[in-house]
């Protein structure tokens, strides 16, 4: 989400503006900090920009040190977002990863997995936004 934020706007962005604002908690492990990293890394962000983003996670991030192991998904990196969601009992996971969106029920144990345009709803309903 956070490349689809910062690259294309849209509803992920504003879910960024939300965590921003402090509306919204955001979880991030040292494992989700290196994958963000690492993508934007692959797109061609430069340092500046890799340090930016790595201060916003650091400062605006609730560090969460998994304490469980899953090995569930489809596709074996993205285990690491349900263990994080787990350990932190996440309300919601928001992605637009298809191996995550596709487990049963968009959920894992008591976390919604959802699409940032399935959560902006949500938060209109709960007068986030």
Known sequence: MYLSALLYGGMAEK??????DSKLELL?????????LRKFQEKGANESMLQRINVFLDYKGNMVIPKVKINI???P???FLLELSQTAEADYLVSRDKDLLELPNHKWK???ILTPEEFLPILRLQKII
């Open 15 to 20: 879910i960024l503006d939300l965590v921003a």
């Open 73 to 75: 998904c489809r596709d």
């Open 110 to 112: 008591k976390t919604k």
């Open 28 to 36: 991030v492990s040292p494992e989700l900090i290196a994958e963000v």
């Open 77 to 79: 990196n993205d285990n």
